[in-house]
Every structure is written in structure tokens, then in C-alpha cells.
């Protein structure tokens, strides 16, 4: 599966996604100071959006999976394996 397949399968499933992917060059630290590496490039967010009527939007349950990783194939699918 890639990148759209899986954002699209997350987007049926009544999740907002939201994928941020850092310039190159741009340094990014991951990890504590005492092992902070420069190579977490993607970022991918996801909030439960239920779409089944207006009271449950207005509901909304404030769950956000998280996923960072070298690609962005692999941050989504991160952020979507914490999703359960």
C-alpha cells in the first residue's frame, strides 16, 4: 500500500491526517539531548473526526496518533498502527 492508499483508507475511516515533511537541510533533532539525531524528516499527525452526524462532530473525541520517521510512508503508517 502506499502513501494515498493508506491516507485514504485512514480519511474513510473518520480520521483527519495530516502529513508535514521538513525541508531538506533544515536540521530536525529527534530524540533526548543526549541522543538527538538529525533524521526525522516526515511527520504525520492524525485526529479522530466523526463524520456520522452534527452531534458528533461537535463530539469529537480528542485522540492524535503520532508518527516521525526517515519516510513518509513509514511516519503514516507509524501514526496509524498507534491509531488502535
Keep these: 500500500m502506499d502513501e ?3 491516507i485514504e483508507m485512514l480519511r474513510v ?12 537541510g533544515f536540521p530536525f533533532l529527534a530524540g533526548n539531548d ?3 539525531k538529525i533524521d526525522r524528516r516526515y511527520v504525520c499527525e492524525l485526529m479522530w473526526m466523526p463524520h ?3 452531534e458528533n462532530v461537535r463530539k469529537q473525541i480528542h485522540i492524535h ?3 516521525a ?6 511516519a503514516i503508517e507509524m501514526a ?3 491509531r488502535k
Design 4 to 6: 494515498l492508499e493508506l
Design 13 to 24: 475511516e473518520g480520521w483527519l491526517v495530516t502529513v508535514k515533511a521538513m525541508p531538506d
Design 34 to 36: 543526549a541522543d538527538a
Design 52 to 54: 456520522h452526524d452534527l
Design 65 to 67: 496518533p503520532f508518527g
Design 69 to 74: 520517521a526517515e519516510t513518509m510512508l513509514a
Design 80 to 82: 496509524a498502527n498507534r
